[in-house]
């Protein structure tokens, strides 16, 4: 599970985050990004009704995007000083973890998060 001390809580940062973000697209997954002045990288999560009226496959999903950013904190390939949400599209119901793994290793590439 990725550590409290790395998730985004607060409604104000998510809507910082929206509003002034730049953002990252891969076929199923949306990044936005955010630079701060100091501390850690943050993430969050957004999954919408529209990817799925069951939460136990909304909740499936970020659990799955969550574990593959939390491998990648693990192993110390995470950047400073970023906030990010990443927003999963529903093309990604049915995908194979190796997949989705796969896909938020290449969107923080792609974002320069990753060292």
Partial sequence: MLLSINRLSEDRDFKRIFKFGQSFYSRNLQLKLAKKAVGQSKFGFVI??????KATIRNRLKRQVREAVRILYKNGLVKPNFDVVIKIK???????????????????????ILM
């Fill in 48 to 53: 919408g009704l529209v990817v799925s009226k």
């Fill in 90 to 112: 529903s093309s990604l119901i049915g995908a194979d973890y190796k997949d989705i793994k796969a896909e938020v290793e290449y969107l923080l590439k792609k974002a320069g």
